[in-house]
């Protein structure tokens, strides 16, 4: 299984396969990795952006948090592409200024 940072798109090389601490970090960026972005709970479009019904609210989605229900998402995040996005728009947004 293939895991990869929801902030720069790193492949991941997890010790034990999908579980990570609260503490533990991109080696590449150094974000946080227990976090809403990479969980497959994870949905934009869902109430409070989670699926798992008794999940508490997190409000920091890019910071680390101590939820019960994390599960690493399979798969490249489609956070890292609206990431991408939003860059591509702050770099247009920039060359008007």
């Known amino acids: 299984m293939s895991y990869y ?51 508490e609210r997190v409000l920091e989605k890019d910071r680390a948090n101590f939820c019960d229900y994390f599960v690493f998402r399979e798969g490249r995040s489609t956070n890292t592409q609206a990431a991408e996005r939003e860059k591509a728009k702050k770099a247009l947004d920039d060359l008007f200024k």
Do not use: M
């Open 5 to 55: 940072c929801f902030k720069c798109g790193a492949k991941l090389e997890l010790a034990t396969e999908g579980k990570v601490s609260r503490r533990d970090s991109c080696d590449s960026c150094s974000s946080d990795l227990h976090v809403c972005y990479n969980c497959k709970f994870y949905d934009s479009s869902s109430y409070n952006e989670c699926r798992e019904p008794q999940a």
